[in-house]
């Protein structure tokens, strides 16, 4: 499998003797948010507009410097409390930290991903997304920033092969770390004839829409 091709998006799978490895520390959000406490998760979907946008902005580090009224209308959080926070202060405790790692060791390298998410919001409810990412650049070619897009993800896509996959994924990432979870997302892939993550999540998505 070759860098520089769609499958790139797993260079510390496939390519780790080719391309170093980056490591994207997420932001503490207690260090952020003084007292903070994750809301306990509930198993109901948040009710939401599924035909509109939910759109937000991050520095480099992964604060959120915008927010769109979707954004604040889903999550539950009101614009005050979203600015100058981690985004992972919506980070569901079913989504495997992996796909997170992922995310961040492509957008950094200024290549766009595309990721599904569970989501937690301030209710404890839940809702699914897909993302992508325009990355936005200084005059000199530095990342400045990254302008997040996300919109609904069937329910059917989710329940037939998206939250089994992570579901396991979790599972085996609580046992061998990272690593181990990445090793069987790649396996996953490979055995059932994707060319990659974002081939599973597009043809998922697809099959539904």
């Not at 005050?80 to 492509?106: A, C, T």
């Not at 005059?139 to 609904?152: D, E, F, M, N, P």
């Not at 037939?160 to 892939?189: C, D, H, T």
């Amino acid at each position: 499998m070759m860098c520089g091709e769609k499958n790139y998006i797993f260079f510390f799978l496939f390519c780790k003797k080719n391309v170093p490895l980056r490591y994207y520390k997420e932001p503490k959000i207690n260090s952020m948010i003084p007292n903070f406490q994750y809301p306990t998760p509930i198993d109901r979907e948040v009710n939401w507009d599924k035909s509109k946008t939910i759109m937000s902005r991050t520095d480099t580090a992964g604060v959120i410097d915008y927010v769109n009224q979707v954004f604040c209308d889903v999550c539950g959080y009101s614009a005050e409390e979203l600015l100058g926070s981690p985004h992972n202060i919506i980070r569901h405790p079913d989504m495997p930290r992996v796909i997170f790692k992922v995310l961040w060791d492509n957008i950094q390298q200024g290549i766009n991903f595309h990721a599904v998410a569970k989501n937690l919001a301030k209710s404890g409810e839940y809702y699914w997304v897909v993302t992508d990412f325009d990355i936005i650049k200084d005059a000199q070619g530095k990342i400045v920033s990254y302008l997040a897009r996300r919109t609904s993800v069937p329910t059917q896509s989710v329940e037939k092969y998206i939250a089994p996959l992570y579901a396991k994924m979790l599972q085996v990432e609580a046992v061998g770390g990272m690593e181990a979870s990445g090793a069987y997302l790649a396996n996953f892939l490979k055995e059932n004839g994707y060319i990659d993550y974002i081939d599973f999540i597009e043809n998922a998505i697809l099959e539904f829409k």
